[in-house]
């Protein structure tokens, strides 16, 4: 069975991290703000050059398409809590949740910063990804790359 994971990214040279989690209504995984410390204790020191956001999407986003903050394509009805839709399915909905929020992204990314979705894609079998021209038209209205990053669980050993 192949599975995936999806997080929004955002760089950016100074935004306030928490002004982009009032935004978007996501809480972050990782957050700093540029010159924030970095480093852990007894590693590199100094302070971050940008600033960094990253939450994870999914059931966070799946709950509030339950409670109506957007609907699924039709056709393409799921049960909360089921196996994961298909990658186009869920890709569809995450972007039906960022369009409200264009001018943010395209201050985002006049500012000189950048939005990312990031999906890791697991795959224990062969598969295919399409990603049709509205999925791709939609992301570059928002001004959101798209990252695909594939793990076929044989990662060779690095020695």
Known sequence: MNTYTAYLRV???????????????????????AG?????????????????WFAPLG?????????GAAAPPEGD?????STLPPLETFL???????????GFFAR???DGGSCELAVTLSARERFSVELPP???????????????DVSTGEEPVSH
């Open 134 to 148: 509205g999925l791709l038209r939609s992301l570059a209205d928002l001004g959101i790359a798209i990252t695909l």
């Open 11 to 33: 760089r950016h040279p100074s935004i306030d991290p928490g002004e982009i989690t009032r935004e978007l209504g996501l809480q972050p995984a990782h957050a700093w703000a």
């Open 59 to 67: 059931e966070s986003v799946w709950r509030r398409l339950e409670a």
């Open 36 to 52: 924030s410390p970095r480093g852990e204790p007894g590693g590199a020191r100094g302070a971050h050059a940008g600033s960094y």
């Open 92 to 102: 569809r909905s995450q972007l039906r949740l960022l369009a409200p929020h264009r």
């Open 108 to 110: 985002l990314g006049s």
């Open 77 to 81: 009805e799921w049960p909360f809590g």
